[in-house]
Protein backbone atom coordinates (compact mmCIF):
# COMPACT_ATOMS: atom_id res chain seq x y z
CA UNK A 1 0.00 0.00 0.00
CA UNK A 2 1.54 3.31 -1.04
CA UNK A 3 1.72 5.45 2.17
CA UNK A 4 0.67 9.31 1.80
CA UNK A 5 2.37 11.93 3.99
CA UNK A 6 0.95 15.44 4.12
CA UNK A 7 3.30 18.11 5.60
CA UNK A 8 2.85 20.05 7.49
CA UNK A 9 -0.36 18.79 9.64
CA UNK A 10 -1.41 22.90 10.26
CA UNK A 11 -0.57 25.80 8.24
CA UNK A 12 -1.53 28.81 9.92
CA UNK A 13 -1.86 31.41 7.16
CA UNK A 14 -3.28 35.44 6.75
CA UNK A 15 -5.88 36.05 4.65
CA UNK A 16 -4.61 36.89 0.73
CA UNK A 17 -0.95 35.30 1.80
CA UNK A 18 0.39 32.76 -0.29
CA UNK A 19 -0.09 28.71 1.38
CA UNK A 20 2.01 25.56 -0.09
CA UNK A 21 0.73 22.27 0.63
CA UNK A 22 3.11 19.59 0.25
CA UNK A 23 2.64 15.51 -0.26
CA UNK A 24 4.91 12.89 -0.55
CA UNK A 25 3.82 9.11 -1.29
CA UNK A 26 6.12 5.85 -0.14
CA UNK A 27 6.87 5.14 -4.06
CA UNK A 28 5.97 6.82 -7.47
CA UNK A 29 2.76 7.51 -8.55
CA UNK A 30 3.34 8.98 -11.52
CA UNK A 31 1.30 12.28 -11.97
CA UNK A 32 -1.95 10.14 -10.66
CA UNK A 33 -2.27 12.42 -7.78
CA UNK A 34 -5.67 14.86 -6.57
CA UNK A 35 -6.26 17.34 -3.98
CA UNK A 36 -9.49 17.93 -1.92
CA UNK A 37 -10.95 20.20 0.31
CA UNK A 38 -13.17 19.51 3.13
CA UNK A 39 -14.82 21.96 5.30
CA UNK A 40 -16.53 21.45 8.62
CA UNK A 41 -19.33 18.99 8.11
CA UNK A 42 -19.01 18.99 4.57
CA UNK A 43 -18.16 16.54 1.92
CA UNK A 44 -14.87 16.47 0.41
CA UNK A 45 -14.70 19.05 -2.56
CA UNK A 46 -12.62 17.59 -6.00
CA UNK A 47 -10.10 20.80 -6.40
CA UNK A 48 -6.88 19.07 -8.29
CA UNK A 49 -6.57 16.02 -10.59
CA UNK A 50 -4.08 14.65 -12.29
CA UNK A 51 -1.80 16.73 -10.50
CA UNK A 52 -2.24 19.66 -11.75
CA UNK A 53 -5.36 19.97 -13.43
CA UNK A 54 -8.32 22.29 -12.15
CA UNK A 55 -11.41 20.59 -11.21
CA UNK A 56 -14.23 22.26 -12.60
CA UNK A 57 -15.56 25.50 -11.19
CA UNK A 58 -12.09 25.71 -9.11
CA UNK A 59 -10.61 29.56 -8.70
CA UNK A 60 -7.41 29.99 -10.89
CA UNK A 61 -5.97 30.91 -7.44
CA UNK A 62 -5.53 26.75 -6.60
CA UNK A 63 -2.94 25.00 -8.41
CA UNK A 64 -1.04 22.05 -8.16
CA UNK A 65 2.14 20.51 -9.37
CA UNK A 66 4.66 17.86 -8.88
CA UNK A 67 4.99 13.96 -10.08
CA UNK A 68 6.18 10.91 -9.32
CA UNK A 69 6.49 11.43 -5.58
CA UNK A 70 6.69 15.02 -4.81
CA UNK A 71 3.27 17.26 -5.24
CA UNK A 72 2.31 20.79 -3.82
CA UNK A 73 -0.83 22.89 -3.57
CA UNK A 74 -0.40 26.07 -4.14
CA UNK A 75 -2.94 28.81 -3.02
CA UNK A 76 -2.18 31.91 -4.35
CA UNK A 77 -3.92 34.71 -2.47
CA UNK A 78 -6.53 32.39 0.62
CA UNK A 79 -9.88 33.66 0.72
CA UNK A 80 -12.17 33.41 3.82
CA UNK A 81 -13.83 30.31 1.99
CA UNK A 82 -10.34 28.71 1.52
CA UNK A 83 -9.67 28.23 5.36
CA UNK A 84 -10.44 24.24 5.39
CA UNK A 85 -8.61 20.80 5.76
CA UNK A 86 -7.06 19.31 2.40
CA UNK A 87 -6.37 15.96 1.60
CA UNK A 88 -4.08 14.22 -1.18
CA UNK A 89 -5.20 11.12 -2.65
CA UNK A 90 -3.27 8.55 -5.33
CA UNK A 91 -4.93 6.71 -7.64
CA UNK A 92 -2.24 4.99 -9.57
CA UNK A 93 -1.89 2.00 -7.21
CA UNK A 94 -4.87 -0.25 -5.26
CA UNK A 95 -6.00 0.53 -3.02
CA UNK A 96 -6.26 4.52 -3.38
CA UNK A 97 -4.65 6.02 -0.35
CA UNK A 98 -5.29 9.42 1.21
CA UNK A 99 -3.10 11.62 3.58
CA UNK A 100 -4.01 12.22 6.57
CA UNK A 101 -4.35 16.12 5.49
CA UNK A 102 -3.39 19.55 6.20
CA UNK A 103 -5.47 21.97 8.14
CA UNK A 104 -5.13 25.67 6.96
CA UNK A 105 -6.23 27.89 9.04
CA UNK A 106 -6.79 31.75 9.89
CA UNK A 107 -3.56 33.18 11.22
CA UNK B 1 -26.95 18.17 -11.27
CA UNK B 2 -25.36 15.35 -10.40
CA UNK B 3 -26.61 14.29 -7.21
CA UNK B 4 -25.49 11.42 -4.51
CA UNK B 5 -27.55 11.06 -1.33
CA UNK B 6 -26.57 8.36 1.15
CA UNK B 7 -29.34 6.75 3.37
CA UNK B 8 -29.46 3.65 5.91
CA UNK B 9 -26.92 4.83 8.62
CA UNK B 10 -27.60 4.53 12.12
CA UNK B 11 -26.66 2.88 15.60
CA UNK B 12 -26.08 -0.27 15.60
CA UNK B 13 -24.55 -2.91 18.21
CA UNK B 14 -21.06 -4.68 17.57
CA UNK B 15 -21.81 -7.54 15.76
CA UNK B 16 -24.95 -5.95 13.73
CA UNK B 17 -25.77 -5.56 10.08
CA UNK B 18 -26.70 -2.01 8.02
CA UNK B 19 -27.21 -1.97 4.67
CA UNK B 20 -26.13 1.71 3.34
CA UNK B 21 -28.07 3.05 -0.22
CA UNK B 22 -26.76 5.67 -2.44
CA UNK B 23 -29.15 7.21 -4.94
CA UNK B 24 -27.55 8.97 -7.97
CA UNK B 25 -29.08 11.57 -10.12
CA UNK B 26 -27.80 13.72 -13.24
CA UNK B 27 -25.50 11.21 -14.83
CA UNK B 28 -25.74 7.84 -16.39
CA UNK B 29 -25.34 5.97 -13.67
CA UNK B 30 -24.71 2.50 -15.47
CA UNK B 31 -21.03 4.15 -17.02
CA UNK B 32 -19.30 4.99 -13.74
CA UNK B 33 -17.40 2.95 -11.59
CA UNK B 34 -18.31 3.96 -7.69
CA UNK B 35 -16.82 3.91 -4.45
CA UNK B 36 -17.43 3.85 -0.88
CA UNK B 37 -15.06 5.73 1.34
CA UNK B 38 -15.72 6.60 4.87
CA UNK B 39 -14.32 9.15 7.59
CA UNK B 40 -14.10 8.11 11.39
CA UNK B 41 -15.17 11.32 13.75
CA UNK B 42 -12.26 13.81 13.70
CA UNK B 43 -10.13 11.14 11.08
CA UNK B 44 -8.91 11.25 7.87
CA UNK B 45 -10.79 9.76 4.34
CA UNK B 46 -10.57 6.01 4.28
CA UNK B 47 -11.17 4.21 0.62
CA UNK B 48 -13.48 1.11 1.46
CA UNK B 49 -14.74 -0.28 -1.64
CA UNK B 50 -15.25 -0.16 -4.83
CA UNK B 51 -17.76 -1.47 -8.21
CA UNK B 52 -17.12 -1.39 -11.95
CA UNK B 53 -20.15 0.48 -13.64
CA UNK B 54 -21.84 -2.65 -14.62
CA UNK B 55 -21.11 -4.51 -11.22
CA UNK B 56 -18.90 -7.00 -12.38
CA UNK B 57 -15.72 -6.51 -10.24
CA UNK B 58 -15.38 -5.58 -6.61
CA UNK B 59 -12.93 -4.63 -4.07
CA UNK B 60 -12.45 -3.75 -0.73
CA UNK B 61 -9.94 -2.66 1.83
CA UNK B 62 -8.41 -5.23 3.91
CA UNK B 63 -10.18 -4.03 7.07
CA UNK B 64 -13.44 -4.64 5.99
CA UNK B 65 -13.11 -7.61 3.65
CA UNK B 66 -15.56 -10.79 4.27
CA UNK B 67 -17.66 -8.11 6.59
CA UNK B 68 -19.15 -5.75 3.47
CA UNK B 69 -20.45 -5.92 0.53
CA UNK B 70 -20.60 -3.66 -1.93
CA UNK B 71 -23.06 -4.33 -4.77
CA UNK B 72 -25.72 -1.49 -7.20
CA UNK B 73 -28.87 -1.29 -9.22
CA UNK B 74 -28.24 0.17 -12.43
CA UNK B 75 -32.01 0.04 -13.41
CA UNK B 76 -32.63 2.16 -9.86
CA UNK B 77 -29.64 3.96 -9.92
CA UNK B 78 -28.55 3.16 -6.68
CA UNK B 79 -25.13 2.34 -5.24
CA UNK B 80 -25.48 0.13 -1.94
CA UNK B 81 -23.09 -1.40 0.84
CA UNK B 82 -23.80 -4.52 3.10
CA UNK B 83 -22.35 -4.12 6.41
CA UNK B 84 -21.97 -7.30 8.53
CA UNK B 85 -20.19 -8.41 11.70
CA UNK B 86 -19.98 -4.13 12.43
CA UNK B 87 -16.85 -3.10 15.08
CA UNK B 88 -16.26 -0.03 17.27
CA UNK B 89 -13.83 0.73 14.47
CA UNK B 90 -16.41 1.01 11.54
CA UNK B 91 -18.09 3.96 13.07
CA UNK B 92 -18.06 7.05 10.64
CA UNK B 93 -19.50 8.99 8.42
CA UNK B 94 -19.87 6.76 4.87
CA UNK B 95 -19.58 8.50 1.87
CA UNK B 96 -20.64 7.80 -1.99
CA UNK B 97 -18.15 8.77 -4.32
CA UNK B 98 -18.25 8.94 -8.14
CA UNK B 99 -15.29 7.77 -9.89
CA UNK B 100 -14.28 10.36 -12.71
CA UNK B 101 -10.78 8.62 -14.12
CA UNK B 102 -9.12 7.02 -11.02
CA UNK B 103 -10.06 10.04 -8.75
CA UNK B 104 -13.56 11.27 -6.92
CA UNK B 105 -15.10 13.86 -8.57
CA UNK B 106 -18.49 14.31 -7.00
CA UNK B 107 -19.32 13.08 -3.35
CA UNK B 108 -22.66 12.40 -1.24
CA UNK B 109 -23.62 13.97 2.04
CA UNK B 110 -22.62 11.51 3.95
CA UNK B 111 -24.35 8.82 6.27
CA UNK B 112 -23.19 8.41 9.46
CA UNK B 113 -22.67 4.72 11.06
CA UNK B 114 -21.92 4.48 14.91
CA UNK B 115 -21.30 1.18 16.11
CA UNK B 116 -21.77 0.88 20.26
CA UNK B 117 -23.41 -1.06 22.74
Known amino acids: EIVMTQSPATLSVSPGERATLSCRAS??????LAWYQQKPGQAPRLLIYGASTRATGIPARFSGSGSGTEFTLTISSLQSEDFAVYYC?????????FGQGTKVEIK | EVQLVESGGGLVQPGGSLRLSCAAS????????MHWVRQAPGKGLVWVSRINSDGSSTSYADSVQGRFTISRDNAKNTLYLQMNSLRAEDTAVYYC??????????WGQGTLVTVSS
Open chain 1, 89 to 97: QQYNNWPKT
Open chain 2, 26 to 33: GFTFSTYR
Open chain 2, 97 to 106: VRDRQGDFDY
Open chain 1, 27 to 32: QSVNSN
